[in-house]
Structures are given as structure tokens and as C-alpha cells.
């Protein structure tokens, strides 16, 4: 397993943007698919984005395609989640995720996590 750390939360008005980061360790982060997940007070832990290796493969939820970004950098260890034209409603504790197979837009296909970094986008 990797371990991951996220950074780069922090509060945001509404319309803004923030880029917030997962530095892994290990030699064989290349080899995973890197996905973000969020949850909010009271809610489910929820799919956002996530990447397979090479980058050229990334899949969003509905509710960030087109404002969300994620991207990778394979000889830093690192994954990226640009998030513009931020919403209220993308409050949330958001979560790096490593994968080694299967759905990587499915929670239960994700082994390693980080311990989360807060965003909170004022109205």
C-alpha cells in the first residue's frame, strides 16, 4: 500500500478556484490509479474524480465535470484536483485515494487513503 497526504484545502468564495494536492510515498505510485472523493457533514463519502495511470484516462461525477481537474505527476508522486467555479455545495472534507484495479470510480476498489484536507467555498 502507498501512504498518501493531502494539502492545499483551505476557504474559498463562491466562483473561486483552489488546487488542492496528495504527495505519495512508495516507488510504485505510478502504477496506481489516483482518484478524489469527498464528504460533507451528514453525508455519504462521495466520488469526484479519478485518473489511471498515464493521465490520459480521467473520469468525474456529474456534479464536477467541467469546473474540476485532475491530473498527475508520476515523477513527483503526486496527484492534482484543479477545482474552479467552486460552489457552496462543494463543501467538504475531500480525500486522496490509491487503486490498484477494477471500477475506479467505486469507493470499495480504492485500498489506500488519505487523511483529508478541508475545503469550504463561502456564499
Known amino acids: 500500500q502507498v501512504q498518501l497526504v493531502e494539502s492545499g484545502g483551505g476557504l474559498v468564495q463562491a466562483g473561486g478556484s483552489l488546487r488542492i494536492s496528495c504527495v505519495a510515498s512508495?516507488?510504485?505510485?505510478?502504477?496506481?490509479?489516483m482518484g478524489w472523493f469527498r464528504q460533507a457533514p451528514g453525508k455519504e463519502r462521495e466520488f469526484v474524480a479519478a485518473?489511471?495511470?498515464?493521465?490520459?484516462?480521467?473520469y468525474y461525477a456529474d456534479s464536477v465535470k467541467g469546473r474540476f481537474t485532475i491530473s498527475r505527476d508520476n515523477a513527483k508522486n503526486t496527484v492534482y484536483l484543479q477545482m474552479n467555479s467552486l460552489k457552496p455545495e462543494d463543501t467538504a472534507v475531500y480525500y486522496c485515494?490509491?487503486?490498484?484495479?477494477?471500477?475506479?470510480?467505486?469507493?470499495?476498489?480504492?485500498?489506500?487513503w488519505g487523511q483529508g484536507t478541508q475545503v469550504t467555498v463561502s456564499s
Open positions: 485515494a490509491a487503486s490498484r484495479a477494477g471500477d475506479i470510480t467505486a469507493r470499495a476498489n480504492f485500498a489506500s
Open positions: 485518473t489511471r495511470w498515464s493521465s490520459s484516462s480521467t
Open positions: 512508495g516507488r510504485t505510485f505510478s502504477s496506481y490509479s
